[in-house]
């Protein structure tokens, strides 16, 4: 009786590590809250993140834009034209997998399977422990989306101007919506929703089981992958706009100018929203209002997607800087100059900051 007690305690931690592991990871690019946010991070923060050291780096050969997925202490990421597993604590590969085109695509993970975009115009679902491909979905053109799961369906865009809601276990398509125009956006699912902008310049929320538009929002410019918090959907555009709306109905609350050409997606944490533009800063806006909290200015474009954790942003820049800023004020906490342009958007999962480079390198940082 005593070795059956130990045995269920010792599955229950297991299982209890897992469901840990997965909540207080980075699962795909925006994370399963929808915010590029992660609340759960508590081993970083603004009085310590100036002693980040570099803990490894690995070397793909090719540029990475793709952005990293962390789960079970595993690092997820794309390069061209390959998908990596990387042993998250020493960077040692563990598999690869290759398309038949550039990855751009950021990967995303959930219940053992890792489901990524390829130029090659497919989505692949591959088993995230041995790198096998599990099934394939062929679009009609390049898929730079990153796809989003929930509840058992994986929801992308292609450039072929469709949003698509496939089974994650099958690959089979449950149903396509029809854009007017390439859909490079990565999808949010928040609330049995799906929200996703098309380069017909719309926003638009489809009923996350039958693909029904609920309703769109026509902005006049491209723009990046919405973020979903609180009943409201933040969007930016490459005009150098950042847009709040209602995400019942698509009403705009407020829009805000922060210049230059937004390439990037927000990130919104305790009451900020925080967007990259071209005019090379990274934005603090109110989240209730728009107004301007503040800016810093970087050394070249900001095209990666800032992530949040515990008080600190993270942000990549073309100046070959990964950067750490005091979420409430701006000011520079630590920067770490890679080998070339920094696209790639940062994880930070378990106090370990991740990051691709265009030098073709991923690399971590953590405490001495």
Same mark, same amino acid.
């Not at 809601?165 to 990565?186: C, Q, R």
């Not at 929703?193 to 719309?202: E, F, M, P, T």
């Not at 800063?281 to 474009?301: D, E, I, N, Q, V």
């Given at each position: ?37 992660? $609340?759960? &991070? ?10 980040? &050291? ?25 390069? &061209? ?10 960077? #040692? ?17 959930? =219940? ?20 096998? $491909?599990?099934?394939? +979905? ?28 496939? =089974? ?8 396509? +919506? ?8 990565? $999808?949010?699912? #928040?609330?049995?929703?799906?929200? *996703? ?8 929320? %489809?009923? /996350? ?25 933040? *969007?930016? @555009? ?5 847009? /709040? ?12 100018? *922060?210049?230059?050409? *937004? ?10 929203? +925080? ?16 107004? %301007? ?23 990549? @820049? ?16 630590? @920067? ?6 920094? !696209?790639?958007?940062?994880?930070? !999962? ?19």
């Amino acid at each position: 009786m005593k070795r059956i007690s130990t045995l269920i305690a010792a599955l229950c931690c297991c299982f209890l590590s897992a469901a840990w592991g997965q909540k207080n990871g980075w699962s795909e690019f925006q994370r399963p809250d929808m915010m590029r946010w992660n $609340p759960y &991070e508590n081993t970083l923060n603004v009085s310590n993140v100036g002693s980040l &050291e570099l803990k490894w780096s690995y070397d793909t050969g090719g540029s990475v834009s793709s952005s990293p997925a962390v789960v079970n202490g595993v690092v997820y990421i794309g390069s &061209e034209p390959n998908v990596y597993a990387l042993n998250a604590k020493t960077g #040692a590969p563990l598999w690869s997998f290759t398309t038949g085109g550039l990855v751009w695509s950021s990967p995303a993970v959930a =219940n053992g399977v890792v489901y990524v975009g390829s130029d090659d115009y497919k989505l692949y679902a591959l088993n995230a422990k041995t790198g096998a $491909p599990l099934w394939s +979905y062929a679009t009609g053109d390049l898929v730079y989306s990153s796809p989003a799961v929930a509840n058992g369906v994986v929801y992308v865009g292609s450039h072929d101007g469709n949003v698509y809601a496939l =089974n994650a276990s099958t690959g089979a398509l449950l149903w396509s +919506y029809p854009t007017g125009g390439g859909v490079d956006s990565s $999808p949010a699912v #928040a609330n049995q929703v799906v929200y *996703i902008a098309s380069l017909d310049q719309k926003v638009y929320a %489809l009923n /996350a089981s039958t693909g029904a538009l609920l309703w769109s929002y026509l902005t006049y410019d491209w723009l990046t992958s919405p973020s979903v918090t609180k009943g409201v959907v933040y *969007i930016s @555009s490459m005009l150098g706009d950042v847009f /709040a709306l209602n995400a019942s109905t698509g009403a705009p609350l407020w829009s805000s100018s *922060i210049g230059g050409t *937004i390439n990037s997606s927000t990130a919104v944490a305790a009451g900020g929203v +925080y967007a990259a533009s071209g005019n090379n800063t990274l934005c603090a806006l109110k989240a209730s209002t728009g107004a %301007l909290l503040w800016s810093y200015s970087t050394g070249g474009y900001v095209q990666s997607s800032p992530a949040v954790a515990n008080g600190v942003v993270y942000v990549g @820049s073309d100046d070959y800087k990964l950067y750490a800023l005091n979420a409430k004020t701006g000011a520079r906490l630590w @920067s770490y100059t890679t080998g070339y342009q920094v !696209a790639s958007s940062p994880a930070v !999962a378990n106090g370990v900051v991740y990051v691709g480079s265009q030098d073709g390198k991923v690399y971590a940082f953590g405490l001495p």
